[in-house]
């Protein structure tokens, strides 16, 4: 999905998608500015050409339907087991040399692994916050993203655990914000979050993708982000969502991407998981 201008004058939003062995591009016109309100233009436009909110919104009727069935000591061991398998492939991702066994003895045991101290308190600490925030709903605001780093990282990476980057940073070619502007951009981020009328999975993709484009701290974007789409579609009674280490580099693929591409494959990737759900 793109917006373009014909005449310089007049803006349209279109967006093409394959059906069967034909290319189709459905257009709306917008004006002669582009509307304040663009991404909630952008997500009825979706929900007009493909059933995919239907599918979503289904998913959310059959977890929920399941999920209420079970009792309460069995939702905290499922909650545990979650949290668990997400700790270890989130910091996989970001490159832990500990295995999904290992994270299961550190949490579970308490049992001492060797491998690098560093890697271990991380686990320890990820798999705290993320329990932690499955149980609580926390104000969404600066603060609290602050505190999820700090809680990881204090015991690992004291320097810059809990503060934003005052330094400028490269993720591959791509080159972050100005860290003068990370204040202002992690304010405009939370009104969006706190305004929009998006389907909460949408809007899960939505803000990692923008998250990890403001790219906010010099290390531990990637954890803070896949915190943060959990905590958007746990918070809206949605299943969440793990991306699997060893699918990571079509999910960096994703985010070298623009930011509709990245929910195409954030709605793709996220249907794959839940479809007994759809069924």
């Keep these: 999905m793109r917006i373009i201008q014909r005449k310089n004058k007049y803006y349209y939003l279109q967006h093409s998608f394959r059906k069967k062995d034909k290319v189709i591009t459905k257009e709306k016109y917008l004006g002669k500015k582009i509307p304040k309100n663009i991404e909630d233009i952008k997500s009825k436009m979706l929900k007009e050409i493909d ?49 999904l066994r290992e994270t299961r003895e550190i949490i579970q045991e308490n049992f001492s692994v060797h491998k690098p101290l560093r890697d271990i308190k991380e686990t320890e600490s990820h798999y705290k916050i993320f329990l932690e925030m499955l149980n609580k709903k926390e104000e969404m605001n600066k603060e609290l ?3 999820w780093h700090y809680e990881i990282f204090k015991e690992s990476k004291e320097d810059i655990a809990g503060k934003f980057r005052d330094y400028l940073v490269r993720v591959g070619e791509y080159r972050a914000p100005d860290w003068q502007d990370i204040e202002k951009l992690i304010k405009e981020f939370i009104e969006f979050l706190k305004k929009s009328k998006l389907n909460p999975v949408e809007l899960s993709a939505r803000a990692h993708f923008k998250f990890e484009k403001i790219h906010p701290f010099g290390d531990g974007n990637g954890r803070i982000g896949r915190i943060l789409m959990n905590y958007i579609l746990c918070h809206n009674k949605y299943p969440m969502i793990i ?37």
Excluded: M
């Design 51 to 99: 059933n995919v909110y239907k599918k979503l919104e289904k998913i959310k009727e059959k977890f929920q339907e399941e999920w209420n069935k079970y009792p309460e000591s069995i939702k905290e061991k499922e909650k545990g087991e979650i949290a668990l398998v997400f700790t270890y492939n989130t910091n996989a991702i970001e490159g832990s040399t500990i295995t």
């Design 145 to 147: 993203i602050l505190k």
């Design 243 to 279: 991306i699997e280490y060893g699918k990571r580099k079509s999910y960096y693929r994703a985010l070298e991407k623009d930011e509709d591409k990245f929910v195409k494959y954030f709605f793709k990737r996220y249907l794959s998981i839940h479809k007994r759900l759809v069924f």
